[in-house]
């Protein structure tokens, strides 16, 4: 508990350095509330790797397409390759789920409130079942996004629920916080914190993870890099990840 305090400490000290928007993006999956400009593309290249409690790892290029239907609406495909190293033995890989959502923000940020999106979102079970790597059911998912511009940094608070296809599974709360603070013109710090909550009876299946990253602005592309570390053994040990997002029209 002391270290999710911390955690949680930090979040909000972000803001003592440069005003920044309200805008976050990769490395972080925590959602922000911006959406990209009508007629733009979004475009982000990524690779993750994890290694989990039970030491088996995870090596996932994923890419994902953005497009900006309206200034308050996005839509947006992803989809991914996963590599599985297993501890006990043996390898497997192969196509992992794609998914798709809607992105709408319900009104724009005030002075003293925060800018308010929804995010409904799909799983295509596309990732094989028998090899592990997917659960072979569609999954539903819908997020409140809020998002909130300081002197010195921007918050980004999300609660999503999604409802789980397999029928023996349960469904899921997912809670996230992050923020982001400029460094230099060209440099943002993120970090942001995700909780979920499986709604069964053991409390240890409920994932918790902390990541710190960072974004480099070159002209119309962004490369980032984060470090997440799991909080408790639900969650991966840690997991690296890279990438760019480059918008065009």
């Known amino acids: 508990m002391k270290r999710l305090g911390l955690v949680i400490a930090i979040l909000f000290s972000l803001g003592a350095l440069d005003p920044l928007p309200a805008l976050a993006g990769r490395p972080l999956v925590t959602e922000d509330a911006g959406t990209i400009e009508k007629g733009f593309f979004g475009w982000q290249l990524s690779l993750d790797y994890s290694r989990e409690s039970n030491h088996d790892k995870n090596y996932i290029p994923a890419a994902q397409l953005a497009y900006g239907l309206t200034e308050r609406a996005e839509v947006a495909v992803t989809g991914s390759y996963i590599f599985r190293d297993i501890h006990e033995g043996g390898r497997e890989d192969g196509w992992g789920d794609m998914v798709a959502y809607l992105k709408y923000r319900v009104w724009e940020e005030g002075k003293d409130y925060p800018a308010f999106t929804l995010k409904p979102s799909l799983k295509i079970p596309t990732a094989s079942e028998d090899k ?110 890279i990438g760019v997002t480059i918008k065009f029209r």
Do not use: C, M
């Open 132 to 241: 592990g790597l997917g659960s072979g059911k569609a999954d539903y998912g819908l997020t409140a996004v809020f998002s909130k511009a300081f002197g010195g940094g921007a918050l980004h608070f999300n609660i999503g629920y999604t409802l789980i296809g397999k029928k023996e599974a349960t469904d899921e709360l997912n809670l996230g916080l992050a923020g982001e603070y400029g460094l230099r013109k060209w440099l943002v710090g993120v970090s942001e914190i995700r909780y979920t909550q499986n709604f069964n009876s053991d409390s240890n299946d409920d994932p918790a993870s902390f990541l710190i990253g960072l974004q480099v602005s070159a002209g119309k592309t962004v490369w980032d890099a984060g470090l997440s570390l799991g909080l408790n053994k639900a969650a991966p040990d840690y997991a690296f990840t």
